[in-house]
């Protein structure tokens, strides 16, 4: 069992910084209001958000001054998981808050987004601007019969153009669905077939890497696939002139409007996120005005301790939740940037230099990232200026201890490190940031506010110190409405609460150490399980890529027919490496010092590459899918899938087994 003596903080923020961070001047505004407690810091407050869920809700949305239009009659009317009942009666909308710093006139020329592509040049569009533009193009929406519950599609890359679209659209009270510019035809259409979008905006092409990608047939195939689409916006990115048909952007965006914001219910859906889709169609996820507004409140004000002083840089596309979370930084007043292009290009320090030249004070980036780094011998603080970065935040998978340890090391000694774990079902995190709380290393620092966040064993029995799944017994504002296409939310039920009924599995194993920490250790619907012990492959992975002749690392587990259990692992190696005896040695020796000869696997494989979603994570159930001898056509939705060419190799490999 993990112990508070086992280990130093890496990091413990002073006094002063627990003191000025907003979840600290809550909590003793809370405890004068809303009998929160007024001792015993991080751990009391949580304890009382859970056991009070109504009150700490109702305490959220009286911080945060949030505008109902008309009075809600009960924070949470129904607990019943699926289908809770959030401030029913209550009106709002999710834009005006976003747009709320335009009001002040001491801010309304600051910089609400700043826009950095490859070449590093910074584009700022301060608040007035930002609500300009967007009050524009909702009256452009409404004068083309757009209506609240409508859908409105992005084909756009991360840029001011895709934040003014999706604010108009929210403000006129439709729904918004995105993806990025690097998904083909397939992949957008397996996602906006679903929601029937009646609004198209769409880019020419974008730039990554360097080059200059076009995605005119692209689009065009898109409008060809989407019957609904009553009319397509153009963004000129490269620079061409609108197709056919299509609206010019500047012609939607020119005109000097108010915006009028539709008040909406609280449950009102407010966009469509997207499974990653490995096996089937993506899932088509809702979420609300309200719920998202009232979560992101609390984690971008509360947790990331954001605020109109803040610079908000999280590398995203958007194609994935992260991006919907960045632009709801806005809520906070605090200036949001948006990078668009490579995360690596022309070299591993590109994301570096972005907060550096932009101000950051909260940097966001994935766990794999970092470890890119740290595998370049990179050393970002020695090289930039990174004085305003307070926090580098990181998600999409574990951040292994050694990534902590270089974070420390190579950017700053003080730095608060946040490595974060939710999910696109509820576009928020279940554990993560707490500003006043000490870095362990290897740990997310405690369960978020209003989440009920436990360890389960298979009998639903709470575990501590040991793994389990990962379950959530109450409801959160921003859990899905509902599936889209899902009438009878059966496909809703059996993606969350098939396991324990009324109780939110997720799908991660995770272990709640005594001191309120989190560890993450990958998804349990890939569980490697030998000799009754379930083990996290993300934890192996953590050992295995240590080791300078690794690129990258798969492994899953397979139950055999005869009862056998095999268990390869993949590894894709850096330039000049070559798997011989000694290699194979060392992963293996590695893996059995880091963690136990259980965990050492019966095969080390080399493989060509390590096959991705397009959102960057490792696709294990379907390479065991497919090593068990599916058809690769029903073992993997091949338009989810970066490099589909990649799991030729696997499927070869089941042929040799067979």
Known sequence: MTTAADETPLWQPGPDRIAAAAVTRFQSWAAQRHGAPAEGGYPALHQWSVEQLDTFWRAVADWFDVRFSTPYEAV?????????????????????HALRTAEDPLRA?????????????????????????????????????????????????????AVVALLATAAVGAVWTS??????????????????????????GYRYGGKEHHRADTVAELRRELPTLRAVVHIPLLGTAAPEGALDWSAVTAADTEPVFEQVPFDHPLWVLYSSGTTGLPKAIVQSQGGILLEHFKQLGLHCDLGPEDRFFWYTSTGWMMWNFLVSGLLTGTTVVLYDGSPGYPDVSAQW???????????????????????AGIHPGRDLDLSRVQCVATTG????????????????????????????????????????????????????????????????????GEVGELVVTAPMPS??????????????????????????????????????????????????????????SSDIYEAVERLPEIRESLVVGIEEPDGGYWMPLFVHLTEG?????????????????????RHVPDEVIEVPGIPHTLTGKRI???????????????????????????????????????
């Open 353 to 375: 230099r972005v907060a550096e030249q932009t101000g950051a004070t909260l940097f966001g980036t994935s766990a794999a990232y970092v470890m890119a780094c740290r595998k």
């Open 577 to 597: 490496a070559r798997l011989d005896d000694a290699l194979r040695d060392s992963i293996k020796r590695a893996i059995r010092e880091n963690l136990s000869p």
């Open 620 to 658: 294990e159930v379907p390479i065991k899918r497919l090593l068990q001898g599916t058809a690769l056509e029903k073992a993997v939705n091949p338009g989810s899938i970066d490099r589909i060419e990649l799991l030729h190799f696997y499927e070869e490999l089941a042929r040799e087994r067979a």
């Open 397 to 464: 998978s574990p951040l292994p201890p050694d990534g902590f340890r270089w974070l420390h090391d190579e950017v700053a000694d003080d730095l608060w490190i946040a490595s974060v774990s939710g999910g696109t079902d509820v576009c928020s995190c279940f554990a993560g940031a707490v500003p006043t709380l000490p870095v362990h290393i290897g740990e997310l620092q405690a369960a978020c506010l209003g989440t009920d966040l436990r360890s389960w064993d298979p009998a639903g029995k709470p575990l501590t």
């Open 76 to 96: 949470l009317a129904d607990r019943t998981m699926p289908g809770a009942q959030w401030f029913p009666g209550a009106t709002l909308n999710y834009a005006e």
């Open 109 to 161: 020329d600051a910089p609400a987004l700043i826009h950095v592509d490859e070449t590093h040049t910074q584009v700022p569009v301060s608040w007035a601007e930002l609500r300009r533009r967007v009050g524009s193009l909702a009256a452009e929406l409404r004068a083309l019969g757009v209506v609240p519950g409508d859908r409105i599609s992005g084909y756009l890359p991360n840029i001011p153009e």
């Open 479 to 536: 859990m899905p409405v509902r599936f889209w296409n899902d009438p009878d939310g059966s496909r809703y039920h059996d993606s969350y609460f098939d396991m324990y009924p009324g109780v939110w599995r997720h799908g991660d194993w995770i272990t709640l150490t005594d001191r309120g920490s989190v560890i993450i250790h990958g998804r349990s619907d890939s569980t490697l399980n030998r000799q009754g012990v379930r083990m996290g």
């Open 179 to 204: 993806c990025a510019p690097d998904f083909g035809a397939r992949s957008v259409l397996d996602r906006f077939q679903q929601v029937e979008p009646v609004v198209l905006f769409t880019v020419d």
